[in-house]
């Protein structure tokens, strides 16, 4: 009603999805078999830099970037593995809300663990709400500058943070 977006990192991801923000737009009484994050499928805590993409700009969160792009963006979590059916999922895709995926270098989604380190359902990294008002991603965009990480190759800079800031000025 007012217009806002909202953006959840890592731990901020889980809480809009069990709110039912991502992906439904809403406060919502989850079930069973709904969209969720889960424990990573090596049962342990993860803490690296991986490869996505965005693969839709529905989001103003993403209106900085373009379909395809690959950015370098650290991980730090242990239960941050996306699952959801084929259908739901194909729903979700069909809507433009699959943001980003886990891919390998050259931006090909995939279930190897060395690019999607949790196991996430065909690779998903971050989704949003049916208007895209509403991100939520694992990966730390906001970790990130210029004396950080100077050993990791890839582009570290996803203009998130610039992009809801240029939403509000219009």
């Known amino acids: 009603e007012r217009d806002g977006l909202a953006l959840g990192i890592c731990n901020g991801f889980q809480a809009l999805i069990k709110l039912g923000l991502v992906p439904y737009g809403e406060f919502k009484r989850l079930t069973s078999d709904a969209p969720t994050l889960t424990f990573n499928t090596i049962g342990r805590h993860l803490s690296r830099f991986v490869t996505t993409k965005v693969v839709s700009t529905k989001s103003p969160w993403l209106s900085l970037c373009k379909p ?3 950015y370098s963006i650290a991980i730090s979590h242990g ?3 996306f699952i959801a059916s084929d259908e739901q999922i194909k729903a ?3 809507n433009g809300q699959i943001a980003t ?3 390998d ?3 090909h989604p995939t279930y190897d663990s060395r690019f999607n380190p949790n196991g996430s359902s065909w690779a998903v ?3 949003t709400s049916p208007d895209g008002r509403v991100l939520g991603k694992m990966g730390h965009t906001e970790r990130r500058g210029e004396n950080i990480a100077k050993n990791i190759c890839g582009n570290k800079y996803q203009p998130l943070f610039e992009a809801g800031v240029k939403y509000f000025k219009g």
């Open 105 to 107: 270098f050259e931006g």
């Open 92 to 94: 979700l895709a069909a």
């Open 101 to 103: 995926q886990y891919t």
């Open 79 to 81: 239960e941050g593995r």
């Open 68 to 70: 395809g792009d690959l």
């Open 125 to 127: 990294e971050g989704i």
